[in-house]
T-cell receptor, first 114, second 115 residues
Framework: AQSVAQPEDQVNVAEGNPLTVKCTYSVSGNPYLFWYVQYPNRGLQFLLKYITGDNLVKGSYGFEAEFNKSQTSFHLKKPSALVSDSALYFCAVRDDTGFQKLVFGTGTRLLVSP | EAGVAQSPRYKIIEKRQSVAFWCNPISGHATLYWYQQILGQGPKLLIQFQNNGVVDDSQLPKDRFSAERLKGVDSTLKIQPAKLEDSAVYLC?????????????FGQGTRLTVV
């Protein structure tokens, strides 16, 4: 069965600095990877996905993620953080076996200070 | 394009009572998901529908939870009887087809408090 690990409960970064939110995954087949963001009292919003091809994926709001097959990682990045980026970030994975369940990690809280 | 609609937004019930949540997915989306998100945790998949058929319900506590998706559109999730540990946000999501590459779109969720 597929699984996702987000090793950091919280990431703190100063506004204007680069940010990285880590994600590692485990799947039986080929991975399909997603990042979502959740603001307070809101549902999850899709940010970006990796399907195949270029290992660097660009998404919404200036976010990007780098897929690394050998390290089974899919870290979320942004070159310059904004205070408004403060939210809860979830990594999710689906593999191409079985019923393609979409499985989420436990989430990482990003706190960007002014 | 209208998003995933859920109702109610909030619900408070006593333990052992029953409750139902409603979800209207994005028009044309064949796949519908119900997730349970307990405070401080990631969403846990309860059930996944493809049209009106169940694809996966391995983590649905079937002794108390039930879900249906009549006519392959709207869906309801029911809890009967509720327990204190059912307090959570229940998220509905939908995606176009069951393709591995398709992202899921989420509703705002229903926050359930069982007292």
């Amino acid at each position: 069965a597929q699984s996702v690990a987000q090793p950091e409960d919280q990431v703190n970064v100063a506004e204007g600095n680069p940010l990285t939110v880590k994600c590692t995954y485990s799947v039986s087949g080929n991975p399909y990877l997603f990042w979502y963001v959740q603001y307070p009292n809101r549902g999850l919003q899709f940010l970006l996905k990796y399907i195949t091809g270029d290992n660097l994926v660009k998404g919404s709001y200036g976010f990007e993620a780098e897929f690394n097959k050998s390290q089974t990682s899919f870290h979320l990045k942004k070159p310059s953080a904004l205070v408004s980026d403060s939210a809860l970030y979830f990594c999710a994975v689906r593999d191409d076996t079985g019923f393609q369940k979409l499985v989420f990690g436990t989430g990482t809280r990003l706190l960007v200070s002014p | 394009e209208a998003g995933v609609a859920q109702s109610p937004r909030y619900k408070i019930i006593e333990k052992r009572q029953s409750v139902a949540f409603w979800c209207n997915p994005i028009s044309g989306h064949a796949t519908l998901y119900w997730y349970q998100q307990i405070l401080g945790q990631g969403p846990k998949l309860l059930i996944q529908f493809q049209n009106n058929g169940v694809v996966d319900d391995s983590q649905l506590p079937k002794d108390r939870f039930s879900a249906e998706r009549l006519k392959g559109v709207d869906s309801t999730l029911k809890i009967q009887p509720a327990k204190l540990e059912d307090s959570a946000v229940y998220l509905c999501a939908s995606s176009a087809g069951q393709g591995m590459s398709t992202e899921a779109f989420f509703g705002q969720g229903t926050r359930l408090t069982v007292v």
